[in-house]
């Protein structure tokens, strides 16, 4: 059968239009933020004031100085501080970030979220100096679900956390050594990053990496 000039035409983009789709959802996005070009007492561009106190400070300490993103409120026991990278939308993850402990009476340290629909849903994944513990949740509706957990007693100072996310798997390391391998498939769908700490632990955070597709 001989097919005319026009219908091939039709056939081949047809086929095209159809590969689009799977294209771009298996492509990879990378961005980082190291906030050096930020404005000292200000939230960083990009970033949103859920809850708490987000505002970018020099720390002479800093992996990429001169500035970091601080939380520094001193809130109640029950409360999660929590930034978003407002255009983030992403599905498979891998997230790194350098944080300090600076300090925090009730609770101390910080973590990565990702996934979130908003301030109530979404993974995350904390090292707490005071508990000497590294653990993964769900925040479901605003009820914090433990996933995963292990002890992990860590010096001061500047560490890194990554997690990372396909499917329903999760991987959390810390330093480089992957601590925590959980299963959860209760946020299934691409959701924003961000950073997070609970009641008065204030932490600087530096060097935020992500590297995903939605």
């Known amino acids: ?97 350098k944080f300090k402990a600076i300090a925090g009476q009730i609770d101390q340290g910080g973590g990565l979220v990702w996934r979130a629909r908003d301030a109530k849903n979404y993974y995350i994944a904390r090292y707490n100096p005071l508990e000497n513990n590294y653990r993964v949740y769900k925040v479901e509706n605003g009820r914090r679900v433990q996933l995963g957990s292990t002890d992990l007693k860590s010096g001061e100072g500047w560490h890194t956390l990554r997690v990372t996310m396909t499917g329903d798997h999760i991987g959390c390391y810390y330093d480089g050594k992957q601590y925590l391998d959980v299963k959860d498939s209760t946020f299934n769908g691409a959701g924003m990053i961000g950073l997070w700490t609970k009641a008065d632990a204030q932490t600087h955070f530096d060097d935020l990496i992500v590297n995903g597709n939605n």
Request: glycine share 4%.
């Open 1 to 97: 059968m001989r097919w005319s000039r026009g219908i091939l035409r039709s056939v081949v983009l047809a086929v095209l239009l159809a590969c689009l789709p799977f294209a771009t959802a298996t492509q990879n996005e990378k961005k980082e933020w190291n906030f050096d070009g930020e404005k000292v007492s200000t939230i960083a561009r990009g970033f949103t004031a859920e809850v708490g106190q987000w505002k970018i400070v020099a720390d002479t300490s800093a992996p990429s100085k001169p500035n970091v993103l601080a939380q520094l409120a001193k809130n109640e026991r029950p409360v999660f501080n929590i930034t978003f990278v407002s255009e983030s939308n992403y599905t498979n993850v891998d997230i790194t970030v």
